[in-house]
Each structure stands twice: as structure tokens, then as C-alpha cells.
């Protein structure tokens, strides 16, 4: 209780002050209105008084005095004051001290004059009244109100059995069964029944019970039953057991709980006359009952689930049909009755959503709706709920629709007016739906309407002070489709209806919403709901089912099947659809045929599914061998193209998700993109165009559509149109270009670490091609506005966006089009002129003005030091032009025209076509001609503009500040090489601007220089390449090769495009001079020797790959090779010695390397069906060159003689001649001046005075070539003659004591040892070096410095006990001669029981194609066989012919001699072949071992007696075919001495080895 505490000073001075401020204290607090507060004030005051009593502070009798005053303040003190005696007696009864319970009641009986004594008997202890006086005693007081109590609460004083007092009750039951359609009220008739239980004495709670039994049978009347009922009932309580006890008696095994009942109880809990609380814990089952229900049934569901898709035999099967049907039979038997669900309907019925929604918190999730009367009753309330926002927002033009009635209940859910509404109550209903709005289809359109009318509200307002209130409207939506509207869609059977409207809602949300949700759709949702799992497994085993009988013949029926599948569970089907299409890629034909009668929705969905299949983290994009991309995305990918490209599917995520892999550095779904454009816009990228295709890709838009590509893709606008326009909405076309141009290097460096390279030529070649089919459509499809405002400058895209330089000029190369364009049209409108010259005028004007700001921008793009020799207009103006700016492709024209006519003329002779498609095709194929000659036409005039401006331009394009070599190594390293690998037609495109700048005299170019440099290096290119690069590489050469032949084949035709033409200009400097120079053109058959030596370095080229065992290396050469066999190998012998490695090539490489195999099986085949069209050397260029006038060796060397060549090959690069002859004069050892024309003669007939490029020589070629030169030198400048002549029979004497030793080494039974063939390494390498070194740097490879070189390499080279050279490309020009070498070769080879050459330099075997056949023979002074030529020079005619004839007979003799020791090499030789190389007399390619071993003086002398005598039988026939009378030069003869040489050694060595052998 309370206490106020009372000051000390009161109780001090009570009599004095005290009881005065206390009496003054109580009458305030009397008269306080505080709401009942005043009372507990008074009720401490006064217990703080009569405590200081008790605890004796104050006196008795004072304080009754002030008690009896203060009792006339209030009426009720007396009661108050019992309640704080009430307080005191409790608290003294426990307290040990008597004298405070004395105290007490002492204080009691003073006040009980003004107390009354019943209040204290209410209130106080029966003890503390027996000790006040007022009972007598206490005991006899208990048992007193025992009896009291028993009397009024246990004894029955009313009926409440009907047979007690039927009367009563049937009046009672009669009063309540009355018609109530009149003036008859509640409270009438409550006072009829009070009125009744008073006369008939009935048991109030029994008359309650039957008030609601005729109220369950009179259920309509809700409102007269409740308000009788709330006017006659006291407590809810009573009630609610009433009702209880009503539940509990239908709670029976076989027991119905009637509905009236349920109604009854719903309609006292909306009305609040009973708590749900109270009555829920009547309800059965239990909560745990319901809850082990549900897991149960999902459970079972899973089982189901499993058993669909787990494989089954037939006698299980039957089994488990039996079980199934025992089990719907004993459901059947016992139907469960739910109270809770019952009541729950009910509730729901009359609109009470706040009752149900708490029954339904108490189940588990969708429990309580998965019954479907429940859920056909919330869906009831669902559709009152949103009745007024439907009928303004949400009903869809022209439709009527029925209106519906109100609830009458004001305490249901509000109808809504706004979509703001729909947040209270309407969201809610329908997420505790779930999946059950299937029940109700027309609910599930009346929401998804009215979610479309939102998002149109909501796209359409943008006010921010809404902004906020309309994003937690669309995540509302978004989760009412999520968690109600997909899953309804999936329990309904085929309803695509109902698939289309929803696909009307999703289709205004962003695709990555959409997607989203089918994620949680396809991945979540199926697994909550036992109905759910159940549709998944029934789902995967119909499609299991279709798919097992799909084929091309079945595919309208299938269609239909997998159709109404779709309808209701997309994402099922097509999961399963996938997989297999990932396994069984023959089933992407018929499958994306049977999907025609697929709804949008469900066609976005297949998006969808396809995106998730192809970002599958566990699946492995390359296969185990890591070298290739797994064929499951292979099959993906085409899937992809043809399904986008003939549904109408949405785009835009299958773009994003390339997009976005590219960012993350991943290139392989780039084959997605590659096939989309390919399917949709047409666009075909492959490197294996025929000829035909390629000249058509040449031409206008039509032409390539008609023959450019394999397949003729038609109907492509539509497609082509739906991709352009989902690039441009979703600003993807640029950055999917420029990730592409990036992802290129990304490939190799970033990407390709760890895989294997031929997979990381695979994906750049990908990437690459992709990136050209793709900037390909984008320029043919986008508007110039579109294309211009997306692409940015070059220097931007360059500098800023690091794209590569050849990518950025692809991309800009349409812009540039498109602008000069729209420019000439612009001039041309501007003034009006018809003649043709003021419209080049014009175009050229045009092209400046749009091509001025380019030719800056590139400036930035290379070093400064770049455009000394390349003007930026040059450079520009190449990478800006196309091959349809250079020229016409008439016959492809002419060729698809003529196709049309045909096809005309087949369609007016088909009798089976019907007239009016006839009408149509011809129609059609006519549109088509005139197109295409129009296209022609137009092509021409601007083939004819374009030619004019570079007419104008050519002559400011080059400035060559410092070398024409260094311009030409400018040109083919920042123009034709990175353009020539871009695509086919820029391959092509690159071939032909070469021949165009020739052909326009550009001033500085030098064509003869470009060509050199282009055919004479081709192994770094070769090996650098990609797989698809090599197709475009050897189509650049292809295209080079067919100028060059053009102009070999005819001398007329030579003389018209090339003489007189700068390119084709050779230019000589003296040192003598004052830099004057002096210019002469390169004649018709020094240009068939140049061309003889590309071919010739081509052939070195080739086998050096060949030969690598490197895979890249095999492969590329072999795509370049077969690319370029139109017009290579046109020689014999080169196309022998191909042959024979292509061959060894096939054998190596059939077991370990197929694809290999394959490439090298194809191009043999191929290369032997061209062998028909080779020629011999002599044919294909005029082997022996005009002689120059024999001049005294003084008088070519005098001061002042110029010594002009007669004959003379080009050398066009001035710097590299001095420095050559700067060397020569060097090693000469001379300080007179030299002629440089005459120095440099020698080397005319195999150079055009470049040889930059030049690959690796072989030791040996080095030793001859070394050989050749000193003797050229010897004659050329007698002046060094003494010291050299000494110098060399020094060495010479060195060799033959190196010689003695390795023979008696031989003799000794030793073999050769291995350190020879380390020297010859050795040399190899640094001979590789040299010229590589040279080549790398642009220089001319001189002989002068060669020289030098390779007499000191000579010396220790000749340390091998034996060395090896392939026969001379150049065959001897005599018919006869040349069968005597064949047969001499035939022989040489037979008999040589070892070949030391070396397998791994290719160039060991092939040699200048300037040279004849050199052996080294170390035992024979050259000087010597000098001065024997020079005096023997005029006999030589005369005896020539009887030294033949008796050099055959000498050869017969050696044959007859060596049989024996033939026979016993026979075995190694055959073991030794592969590495020959060149032992076949198939091939013609013979190898001549040679031997250090020392000849005896008789047989040496019979030796140079023979060829002394060959020489002169050759030296007449050169006589005779010589024109003019003109003698052999110096270097020719030279050649035969030292083949003369040769010839002797070659029999002695290959003596000494088989004889060694045979020991």
C-alpha cells in the first residue's frame, strides 16, 4: 500500500500543532477529483496515522477522536478506514510482538462506534472478530459460510435438462423458431426468454446453448442471433466453452463438423463476442499433428519425384501400383476433418481476414491454402478487394466483365481505390496463396493486369516526390510474381493463356528482372511444395518422353507436345531440352523447328535457360586434350544462332553475358556472338572462300549476299534488324567491338599462359573473326548518324582505348565511306554539274575535307621518325580503302546474272509450279538482275572517282629522307603485314594496292624492293600466324605471286607494265664519281631470273619449316603452301624437292600428329595433280646469261673505266651497295678504287639487289659460295691476286695434312667423330646468325662481307670428314647434258654409303639458284685450275665433243668398278635415307658425299684431264646458244672449273668410304 509519509514534527506535537495539520491534510485530499487517486491519498494518510499507533507513538484515544471527526467529510471513510484495518490486522498477525497487535485492537474497538460491524466482518480476520467481541467464536463464523456458499453456488435451483421442464423450453425453442420478418427485435424477444427462465426456472447457460443451436440452423440470420446473444450473454468465456463443448462432440473418428457450426463460430469471433485464443486450443488436430502432415506429404512428393525419374522394371513397377492404390484407399476411408481448416474457411466466407490470417501463421507455409476450398475462398476475398482498382486501372479495352457484390461484413478487408492500397491487406492475401492462385485463373489475369497497368504508371510518372512509393510498389510486384504468379503458372495444365498475359506484365520489366526471377523460378521454387516436386518430376518424364521420339518427320507433332509442356513448366522442359542438345548436337534442327508453338514468354524464358546453361561453372569449356572448345558449347552456339534467329527472342542478356565474360577476360563465348551474327544478319566469316566467293565479297551489298558466302542465308532483315536494334537500346555495339580489338591480345597474354597453343591460336583466331563478322554487320546495318555517333576518332580509339591499329582502321574504315559520301552528295547539290570531270572534282574535294582531320589524328599514332618516309596521307589513304574503292568485280557480276537467267528460264519450264508463284519467283528473280546491274554501274563511277584521287595524290605519298629500303621495311611493317592478316579480302586488298601504287608510277616506291622483301622472308611471318592468319597470309601471296607470273609469262605484257616504270628503276652509285647516278630499267630476262630466285627462296622458306618439327610451323606452311599452288611451284626440280619433304612430312607425322597428317595427305595429292604444269629451269628462265665483253682485268679496274654490265639485275638500295664494296675492298686488301657495277655483277643473275630478307644459309652453301667469289675476285682484281694466291695455297696445304690425318683415323677402323658435326653446327649457327642479323636490319646480305667470313669459316668447315649439297635448282640447259649429270647423280647417289647433312637447316640441301652443283674437293689448288682455264679457253671448242664421249665411257668404268661395293652399301645408305633428304633418284635431288681422303697423282691427273674435257664440250654448246656471238662470263666458268674439281673428288671419296666399309 502505499504511504505518505507524515513529518516528525506532527506526531511530535500532535496535541499541539500536529492534529491539526493532519485534519487540515485529509479534508484537501477530500476534496481532490483525481480520478479515484484521492482515495489511495487518503487511504495512506490514514494508515500512516494508525501505524504510529500500533508502533505506540501516539495515543489511543486521540487518534479515535480525530477518526470519529474526520468521518464526515466523505460517506465512504468508514469503508476506507476497514481496508487499512483490513492492511494492519494482516500485518500484526504476522509480527511477534504483542504489544503491537494489542495496540491494534485496542485502536479497533475504539473506532467501532463509528465503524460499522458487517463492514468489519467482511473484512477482517475471524479470529481478530472473536478477539474484538463482535462473533462468538471463530470456528462456528467458518462453518458457517461453508454452508452459506454450498447453498448458492452448488445447489440446483434451475432445470437444465429439457425433460425436466419441457414446457419452458419448447416455449424457448418456439420464441426463437418465430417468422422474424416483422417488427420483431432482439431485445422483444430477450425479454420473452428472461421472462421464461424466470416463470420455468431454466438454466441460463442451457437456454445460451440453445440460442445457438437455433442459431446454427438459422444461420442467415447473423445479425438478429448476434445481437441477442450480446445483449444475453455476461462472459466470453462461457460462451466460448459452450461452443468448445459444440467442437468436441464432432471430434469422432467418422464425424462431420457441419459447416453451420464453423459459420457460427466465425461470425462470434468477427464480432468479438469470444477470442480466438480461447477457442482455438477446442480445435483438432493439434499443431504438431499438422505440422508432421506436411512433412510427410513432401516427403512422399519427393519419393514420387524420384521414382519418375529413377529407371524402373516392369514387375517393380506393378508392385508399387499395388501399393499406391492401398494407400488411396485407406485416405479414401478415413477423410480427414480439420476443425482449424473449417474454421479458417469460414472466417474467410464472411471476410474476417485478420482471425485467418492468425489460424494460417500457426501452419506451415501454403499448408492451410493447398486445400482448396480454402484457397478458392481467399481468392473470393482477393477478388472483393480489388474490385474498384480493377474496374478503373486494370480492365483491358472493349471487355465488360461482371461486377461483383460487395461483403456486407464492415470489419472485412477495404476494397482498394489506389495501388498504394494494395499494400494493406490485398499483398499479403495473396503471398499466403502462393502457387494456389491457380485455382482461380481469372484472378491470376485481374493482377497481372493490373501489375501492367502499374509499370505503365510507372514509367510513365516521374515525379521524385513519388519516386520513393512507387520502387516499394514494383518490389511488391515483383515478389507477388516471384513467389505467386510463376508458381500458379506451373500447377496450370497448358493454359497459354495465361502465359501470354503474364508475358505481358514481364516484357515492361527489365530483362534483368525478368531473369532473375526465372532463376528463382527454375532453381527454388519447385522444391518448397510437395505439388510443386510432384510437377517437376512429371514435367522432366514427359519431356524425357517426347524427346526420346523427336525427329525431323514427327516435328509438328512433337512441337505441339513440347508446346502445351511449356505452357505451364518452362524452365523444367528446357533444362532438360539442353542437355540433351549439349550431348546429341543432331537434335538442334529438329528441336528448334518444334519450337514454334512456344508462347513469348516462354521463348524469353528459353533465353534464359540458355544464358544459365552456357555460364554452368561445373561444366569444363575446352575439352581433356585442352586444344579445342568442348563440343557441349559448340552445340550451345549453334542452338543459339538458329533459335534467335527465327523466334522473335529478346537479345539483349545473351549480348550482356558476352559482354561481360569479355570483361572478365574470357573469350570462348565469343562462338555465341560469332554464330548469332552469322544466323541473323547473314554475315558468313570463314577463310575457306573460294576465289569465286571472294571476288563476289569485292562487289555492293547484293552481290555479297548472292555469292559471298556458302550458304545462301536469305530473309535476314527482320533478324538482322531485331540485333541492330537490341546493340543500339542497350549500348552495346561499341564496347563489344572494342573488348573484342582488346581481347585479341588479351588471348595470348593474359589468357594463354597456361594453355595449350593451339588452343590459344584457336581462341584469337575467334576473337579475330568475331570481331570482323561483327564490325561487318555493324557497318552494313547501322545508319551513317547511327555509325558515326557511336565510333569514335582513330586517334581516340587508338590512344585512349589502346585498341589495336588495324582493328581501329576496321572500324573507322565505314565511318570514312559513309562521311566522303554524304560529302560528295552534299557538293554535288551545291552545283548542279553533270559532267563527269566536275564530279571527280567533287569526290576529290569531298575526300579531303573528311580525310584531312584523319590524316592528323594519325599522326599520334607512331613515332616521328615513321612519317620521314610515309606521308600520313599515304598511310591514311591505305588503311582507309577497301578492295570495292579499287576495282570491279565484272565476272562475279556477270556470273550471278547469268544465275538468275538461268533460274528464270528454269522457272518458266517447271509445268509443276503454280501461275501466280511463278509470277512471284520471276518477279522476284528479276528485282534481283536489275539490282544487281545497278549495283555494278554504281560501283564503277566510283571505282573511276576513287583511281582519279589517287592519281592526284600518288605524288606527295612517299618521301624516302632516308632509304627506299627503309621506306619499303616502313610500308611493309606498319601497312601490308598487319592488313594482309586482317581477313581474306584484305589480303587480297593488300596484293592489289601494291600492283595499284606500281601502276600509278608513284614516285620513290620501289616494286621490285616490296616484292623481294615480301616473298624472300616468309619464314618469321609463317611461324608467327595463327591457323586462320596462314589461310590469309598465303591468300596475300597467292595474290602477289599471280603479278608477278603475270608479268614472267608474256614479255609483251612485261614490257607494257613494267618497263619504264619507276618501280621497276635500278640505281648504281660510284665512289669515283661526283655523285652523279646513273638509272637503268631491269630487262624482261633478268626479271625471269628474279623471279626464279623467289621462287627459289620460297622453296628454302618452305622446307626450313618443314623440316622444324615444330607443329605451328608444319601447319602454317602447309595452309600457305596450299594456298599459294595456283601459281607455286612453277619449277621442276623446286617442286620435286617439295614433294619429297611433304612426303617425309606424311610418313613422320601419320601416328603422332592427324591433323598434321591430314594437311600434308592434301596438299601432296594436290601438288602432284599441279605437276603437269611444271616446267624445267631452262624454261622458266633463261638459264645462261648474255656475257659481258671479256675486258682486261686492268682496264676494269682502272680509275676511270665505268664498266657498265650488259646484262645486269637490279640493285636498288644505294647504301647497302657501298657497304658491301667497302668490305670487299677490305678483304681484297686493296686500296685502288673499284668499279661498284662491276663488283657487283657477279651477283646479278640471282638478286635484285635486296636480298635483306634472305633466311639462314648452310655451312656448306656458305664454303661454295665463298669459293665462287674469291675466284671472282682473283679475276676481277689482279691486283690482290700475290697475297690471296699465297693465302690460299697455305690453307690448301693445312687441308691435305688434315686429310691425311682423318684417312689413317679411317684406317684405324675409327668412325667419323661427333666432333665434326658439332663444328658444322657451330658454323651453321653462326652463318644463321649473320644473315639473320643482316636480314633483321634491313641490309643487304653482301658477298663481299660473306667472303670474308666464310674464308675463315672454310678453314675450320673442312675439318668434317664429310660434307653434303643438294643439285643446283638450275639444270643444265642441254638435253643431253643434262641426262648425262642425271644418270651421274642416279650413280653418285647409289653408290654413297653415308650423308653427313644436317636434317635441321633446310638451306644444307638447297642452294643459290644462281649456282650450278659445287662440291668441295680439298686436295686441288684453285689457283692452278684458274690459270689451266684461262690457257686452255680457245681449245675448248674445238675438243669438246670427243671429251664427252669419252667421259661417258669413263663413267661406265667407275659403275663397273663400284658395283661391288654398291651392293654392300646398299643397306646403310637406305638406313641413311630420311636423312638425306635427297638420295632418291625420284626427286632428282642428288647428294654428293664428299671425302677428305687424298688422291694418288696418276688418278688426279686422269681427273682434270676429264673434266678439262667437260669443260670444253660445255663451253662449245655455250658458244652455240649464246645470241650475238657473246662469250661466257667469268663466273659461269668458274662455276664449271670448280665443278670440274668436284667431279674427280667425288669418285675418290666414295671409293675410300665404301672400301672402308667393306673392311
Same mark, same amino acid.
Given at each position: ?903 528464270? &528460264? ?276 633463261? &638459264? ?100 690471296? #694466291? ?191 633428304? #635427297? ?16 688422291? #694418288? ?63
Amino acid at each position: 500500500m502505499a504511504t505518505l509519509i507524515l513529518p516528525g514534527e506532527w506526531i511530535k506535537n500532535w496535541e499541539k500543532s500536529g492534529k491539526h495539520e493532519f485534519v487540515q491534510l485529509c479534508k484537501e485530499l477530500t476534496e481532490k477529483t483525481d480520478h479515484g487517486n484521492e482515495t489511495k491519498d487518503i487511504q495512506a494518510a490514514l494508515y500512516e496515522v494508525c501505524s504510529q499507533v500500533v508502533q505506540g507513538n501516539l495515543k489511543i484515544d486521540l487518534v479515535s477522536a480525530v477518526l470519529g471527526e474526520m468521518m464526515e467529510l466523505r460517506d465512504d471513510l468508514p469503508s476506507i478506514l476497514a481496508d487499512v484495518f483490513c492492511i494492519l490486522d494482516l500485518e500484526t498477525g504476522a509480527l511477534e510482538e504483542k504489544n503491537k497487535r494489542d495496540h491494534y485492537t485496542h485502536l479497533v474497538g475504539a473506532c467501532l462506534s463509528f465503524v460499522p460491524e458487517a463492514i468489519l466482518k467482511e473484512r477482517l480476520d475471524p479470529e481478530t472478530l472473536e478477539s474484538l467481541g463482535l462473533i462468538k467464536q471463530a470456528h462456528q463464523f467458518n462453518q458457517k459460510i461453508v454452508k452459506i456458499k454450498t447453498k448458492l453456488f452448488y445447489k440446483q435451483q434451475k432445470f437444465n435438462l429439457l425433460r425436466e421442464e419441457n414446457e419452458g423450453y419448447a416455449k424457448l425453442i418456439t420464441e426463437l423458431g418465430q417468422d422474424l420478418s416483422g417488427n420483431i427485435t432482439s431485445h422483444l424477444v430477450l425479454e420473452s426468454i428472461k421472462s421464461l427462465i424466470g416463470c420455468f426456472n431454466l438454466d441460463p447457460n442451457r437456454v445460451l446453448d440453445i440460442i445457438l443451436e437455433v442459431y446454427e440452423s438459422r444461420s442467415e440470420q447473423d445479425e438478429f442471433f448476434l445481437s441477442l446473444i450480446k445483449s444475453y450473454m455476461c462472459e466470453p468465456i462461457t460462451l466460448c466453452h459452450i461452443l468448445g463443448f459444440k467442437f468436441k462432440f464432432y471430434q469422432e473418428p467418422n464425424e462431420e463438423t457441419p459447416k453451420s457450426l464453423y459459420h457460427i463460430a466465425a461470425a462470434l469471433l468477427n464480432h468479438k463476442l469470444i477470442e480466438l485464443e480461447d477457442l482455438y486450443v477446442h480445435l483438432m488436430p493439434v499443431d504438431a499433428t499438422i505440422v508432421e502432415e506436411h512433412k510427410r506429404e513432401i516427403s512422399e512428393a519427393k519419393q514420387i519425384a524420384r521414382k519418375l525419374v529413377t529407371v524402373v522394371l516392369p514387375s517393380e513397377k506393378s508392385e508399387d501400383k499395388e501399393k499406391e492404390k492401398e494407400k488411396e484407399e485407406e485416405k479414401n476411408e478415413k477423410p480427414p476433418d480439420n476443425q482449424k481448416l473449417g474454421l479458417l474457411e469460414a472466417l474467410l466466407r464472411i471476410g474476417d481476414w485478420h482471425h485467418a490470417q492468425s489460424i494460417m501463421d500457426q501452419m506451415p507455409s501454403f499448408y492451410a491454402t493447398s486445400h482448396k476450398a480454402i484457397a478458392l475462398a481467399l481468392c473470393q476475398l482477393v477478388h472483393l478487394t480489388v474490385e474498384p482498382l480493377y474496374r478503373r486501372a486494370g480492365v483491358p479495352k472493349g471487355a465488360k466483365g461482371c461486377a461483383l457484390q460487395p461483403l456486407k461484413n464492415k470489419r472485412a478487408p477495404q476494397p482498394t481505390e489506389s495501388f498504394e492500397d494494395l499494400r494493406k491487406d490485398t499483398f499479403s492475401m495473396l503471398c499466403y496463396l502462393g502457387p494456389h492462385l491457380s485455382h482461380d485463373p481469372i484472378l491470376f489475369a485481374k493482377i497481372v493486369r493490373l501489375g501492367k497497368s502499374f509499370m505503365k504508371e510507372y514509367q510513365s510518372d516521374g515525379r521524385p516526390e513519388v519516386k520513393d512509393k512507387m520502387e516499394i510498389l514494383l518490389s511488391c510486384f515483383l515478389s507477388i510474381a516471384d513467389q505467386v504468379l510463376l508458381p500458379s503458372l506451373s500447377l496450370m495444365e497448358c493454359n497459354a493463356c495465361m502465359s501470354e498475359e503474364l508475358w505481358g506484365l514481364f516484357k515492361l520489366f527489365p530483362y534483368q528482372h525478368r531473369y532473375r526471377l526465372y532463376g528463382q523460378w527454375k532453381n527454388e521454387t519447385y522444391s518448397g511444395h510437395p505439388l510443386l516436386v510432384k510437377v517437376k518430376a512429371q514435367t522432366v518424364e514427359r519431356a524425357k518422353y517426347i524427346m526420346k521420339r523427336l525427329t525431323k518427320e514427327n516435328i509438328k507433332q512433337s512441337g505441339r507436345q513440347i508446346g502445351k509442356l511449356s505452357h505451364s513448366n518452362p524452365t523444367i522442359l528446357f533444362d532438360y531440352m539442353l542437355s540433351q542438345i549439349q550431348w546429341y548436337d543432331n537434335l538442334i534442327v529438329p528441336v528448334v523447328d518444334s519450337l514454334k508453338y512456344l508462347t513469348s514468354l516462354n521463348y524469353d524464358v528459353l533465353a534464359y535457360c540458355i544464358i544459365e546453361a552456357l555460364a554452368n561453372p561445373e561444366k569444363e569449356k575446352m575439352k581433356h586434350d585442352d586444344t579445342t572448345l568442348s563440343l557441349w558449347l559448340q552445340s550451345l552456339a549453334s542452338l543459339c544462332g538458329a533459335v534467335f534467329r527465327k523466334y522473335p527472342i529478346e537479345l539483349a542478356g545473351l549480348l550482356q553475358y558476352v559482354t561481360n565474360q569479355l570483361k572478365a577476360g574470357k573469350s570462348f563465348d565469343l562462338l555465341i556472338l560469332k554464330e548469332v551474327v552469322q544466323k541473323m544478319a547473314g554475315i558468313e566469316i570463314t577463310d575457306e572462300m573460294t576465289s569465286e566467293q571472294l571476288e563476289a565479297m569485292t562487289g555492293g551489298e547484293q552481290l555479297k549476299a548472292e555469292g559471298g558466302y556458302f550458304g545462301q542465308i536469305r530473309n535476314t532483315k527482320k533478324s538482322s534488324q531485331r540485333l541492330k536494334d537490341a546493340l543500339l537500346d542497350h549500348e552495346l555495339a561499341l564496347p563489344l567491338c572494342l573488348l573484342m580489338a582488346q581481347q585479341r591480345n588479351g588471348v595470348v597474354f593474359l589468357e594463354g599462359g597456361e594453355k595449350h597453343l593451339k588452343l590459344v591460336g584457336h581462341l584469337y583466331d575467334q576473337c579475330h573473326d568475331t570481331l570482323v563478322q561483327f564490325g561487318g554487320f555493324l557497318a552494313s546495318n547501322l545508319s551513317t548518324e547511327d555509325y558515326i555517333k557511336r565510333v569514335p576518332s582513330i586517334d581516340v580509339l587508338c590512344n585512349q582505348f589502346h585498341t589495336p591499329h588495324d582493328a581501329a582502321f576496321f572500324l573507322s574504315r565505314p565511318m570514312y565511306a559513309h562521311q566522303i559520301l554524304s560529302k560528295y552528295e552534299e557538293l554535288k547539290k551545291a552545283e548542279k554539274g553533270n559532267r563527269q570531270q566536275q564530279k571527280v572534282t567533287k569526290y576529290v574535294a569531298a575526300c579531303e575535307q573528311v580525310m584531312m582531320p584523319v590524316h592528323e589524328a594519325v599522326m599520334s599514332l607512331h613515332p616521328a621518325r615513321v612519317w620521314d618516309d610515309l606521308r600520313p596521307q599515304f598511310y591514311a589513304t591505305f588503311w582507309s580503302l577497301t578492295m570495292y574503292d579499287l576495282a570491279v568485280p565484272h565476272a562475279a557480276y556477270e556470273r550471278e546474272v547469268n544465275k538468275l537467267r538461268v533460274q528464270i &528460264k528454269a522457272i518458266e519450264e517447271n509445268s509443276e509450279i503454280p501461275l501466280n508463284k511463278k509470277k512471284k519467283e520471276k518477279e522476284r528473280c528479276t528485282a534481283l538482275q536489275e539490282k544487281l546491274q545497278e549495283e555494278e554501274k554504281k560501283q564503277m563511277e566510283h571505282v573511276q572517282r576513287v583511281l582519279h584521287r589517287l592519281k592526284l595524290e600518288k605524288d606527295s605519298w612517299l618521301l624516302t629522307k632516308s632509304t627506299k629500303n627503309e621506306t619499303i621495311t616502313k610500308f611493309l611493317q606498319l601497312c601490308l603485314f598487319p592488313r594482309c592478316i586482317f581477313s581474306s579480302i584484305d589480303a587480297v586488298y593488300c596484293a592489289r594496292f601494291v600492283e595499284l601504287v606500281h601502276q600509278q608510277k608513284t614516285p620513290n616506291f620501289c616494286t621490285l624492293l616490296c616484292y623481294d622483301r615480301v616473298f624472300s622472308a616468309i619464314i618469321y611471318t609463317v611461324a608467327s600466324c595463327t591457323e586462320n592468319e596462314s589461310h590469309r597470309y598465303g591468300r596475300f601471296l597467292c595474290c602477289m605471286l599471280e603479278t608477278v607470273t603475270r608479268w614472267h609469262s608474256n614479255r609483251a605484257v612485261y614490257e607494257k607494265e613494267c618497263v619504264n616504270y619507276p618501280g621497276f628503276l635500278t640505281i648504281f652509285r660510284a665512289a669515283g664519281f661526283d655523285g652523279g647516278n646513273k638509272a637503268d630499267q631491269l630487262d624482261y630476262e633478268n626479271f625471269r631470273h628474279v623471279v626464279h630466285k623467289w621462287h627459289y627462296m620460297l622453296t628454302k622458306a618452305s622446307v626450313h619449316c618443314l623440316e622444324t618439327g615444330d607443329y605451328t610451323h608444319i601447319r602454317n606452311i602447309l595452309i600457305v603452301l596450299t594456298k599459294i599452288l595456283p601459281c607455286y611451284p612453277k619449277v621442276l626440280n623446286l617442286g620435286q624437292a617439295l614433294e619429297c619433304r611433304v612426303h617425309k612430312i606424311c610418313l613422320e607425322e601419320k601416328d603422332k600428329r592427324p591433323d598434321l597428317y591430314a594437311l600434308a595427305m592434301g596438299y601432296s595429292g594436290r601438288l602432284k595433280s599441279q605437276k603437269v604444269h611444271m616446267v624445267p629451269e631452262n624454261e622458266f628462265h633463261h &638459264k645462261d646469261q648474255p656475257a659481258r665483253s671479256a675486258t682486261p682485268a686492268s682496264q676494269q679496274n682502272g680509275p676511270g673505266s665505268t664498266g657498265k654490265p650488259a646484262a645486269n639485275t637490279s640493285k636498288t638500295e644505294e647504301g647497302g651497295f657501298e657497304d658491301g664494296d667497302r668490305v670487299k675492298d677490305k678483304s681484297q686488301g686493296t686500296t685502288k678504287p673499284v668499279n661498284k657495277a662491276n663488283s657487283t655483277a657477279a651477283k646479278v643473275t640471282t638478286s635484285n639487289g635486296n636480298g635483306a630478307l634472305n633466311s639462314t644459309k648452310a655451312v656448306k652453301d656458305d664454303k661454295e659460295k665463298s669459293g665462287k667469289e674469291k675466284k671472282e675476285k682473283k679475276e676481277k682484281t689482279p691486283g690482290s691476286t700475290p697475297e690471296t #694466291t699465297k693465302a690460299e695455297s697455305r690453307r690448301e696445304k693445312q687441308r691435305d695434312e688434315r686429310a691425311g690425318k682423318e684417312e689413317r683415323l679411317l684406317r684405324e677402323g675409327k668412325e667419323k667423330t661427333p666432333k665434326a658435326d658439332r663444328e658444322k653446327v657451330k658454323l651453321d649457327e653462326k652463318s644463321g646468325k649473320d644473315d639473320k642479323a643482316k636480314a633483321g636490319n634491313g641490309e643487304p646480305v653482301e658477298p663481299g662481307r660473306d667472303a670474308v667470313k666464310e674464308s675463315k669459316n672454310k678453314e675450320k668447315g673442312d675439318r668434317n670428314a664429310a660434307t653434303a649439297t643438294l643439285k643446283s635448282p638450275n639444270p643444265r640447259s642441254d638435253s643431253a647434258e643434262s641426262e648425262r649429270d642425271h644418270k651421274r647423280r642416279k650413280l653418285d647417289s647409289h653408290s654413297s654409303p653415308s650423308h653427313s647433312s644436317s636434317v635441321k637447316d633446310s638451306s644444307n640441301e638447297l642452294k643459290d639458284p644462281a649456282t650450278k652443283q659445287h662440291i668441295n674437293f680439298n686436295s686441288v689448288a684453285r689457283s692452278k685450275s684458274r690459270e689451266r682455264e684461262v690457257e686452255k679457253k680457245d681449245t675448248e671448242s674445238v675438243q669438246g665433243r670427243s671429251k664427252e664421249k669419252k667421259e661417258e665411257k669413263e663413267r661406265k668404268e667407275r659403275k663397273r668398278d663400284h658395283a661391288v661395293n654398291d651392293r654392300e652399301a646398299s643397306q646403310e645408305s637406305k638406313r641413311r635415307k630420311d636423312e638425306n633428304g #635427297t638420295n632418291s633418284s625420284k626427286n632428282s635431288q642428288s647428294t654428293s658425299p664428299s671425302c677428305d681422303s687424298p688422291l #694418288t697423282p696418276e688418278k688426279e691427273k686422269t681427273k682434270r684431264s676429264k673434266s678439262s674435257s667437260k669443260e670444253k664440250a660445255e663451253s662449245v654448246k655455250a658458244e652455240r646458244t649464246s645470241s650475238g656471238g657473246k662469250k661466257e662470263s667469268r663466273h659461269e666458268k668458274s662455276e664449271k672449273k670448280e665443278k670440274r674439281d668436284s667431279a674427280g673428288g667425288k669418285e675418290e671419296k666414295k671409293h675410300h668410304k665404301s672400301s672402308d666399309k667393306h673392311r
